[in-house]
C-alpha cells in the first residue's frame, strides 16, 4: 500500500523556518522524482519543488527560490523541503507528491503570521 505521509508544518513567524518531512512506502522510492505543492485558501494547488531521483536536478517555483530548498534521502525514502525567509504569502497546506505514479500525502498546514 502506497503511503505519503508529512510532517513538520505549525505556525511559524514571518521570516522564520522550517522544515518538511516527507516519508515514503509501498514503491522504490529511489526511482521517481518527488515534488512539493502547496495549496493556500481560495487559490490552485501550485507547484513548489521538485527534485530527481538522485538528487542532481532541482527545479523552483519563483516564489519560493533561494528561500527553499529540496532535498531526499533515498535511505529514509524522505524528501525534505526546508524553507526560511518564510512570509505570510506562505500560508498554505504542504503536500508532498510523486508525480509519475500520481500519488499524494495527507498534507500539513504552514501557518505564517506574527
Not at 9 to 34: D, E, K, N
Not at 37 to 54: D, M
Request: aromatic share 10%; hydrophobic share 30%.
Amino acid at each position: 500500500q502506497v503511503q505519503l505521509v508529512e510532517s513538520g508544518g505549525g505556525l511559524v513567524q514571518p521570516g522564520g523556518s522550517l522544515r518538511l518531512s516527507c516519508v515514503a512506502s509501498g514503491f522504490t522510492f529511489s526511482s521517481y522524482h518527488m515534488s512539493w505543492y502547496r495549496q493556500a485558501p481560495g487559490k490552485e494547488r501550485e507547484l513548489v519543488a521538485r527534485i530527481s531521483p538522485t538528487c542532481g536536478t532541482t527545479i523552483y517555483a519563483d516564489s519560493v527560490k533561494g528561500r527553499f530548498t529540496i532535498s531526499r534521502d533515498n535511505s529514509k525514502n524522505t524528501v525534505y523541503l526546508q524553507m526560511s525567509k518564510l512570509s505570510p504569502e506562505d500560508t498554505a497546506v504542504y503536500y508532498c507528491n510523486c508525480p509519475s505514479l500520481n500519488y499524494w500525502g495527507q498534507g500539513t498546514q504552514v501557518t505564517v503570521s506574527s
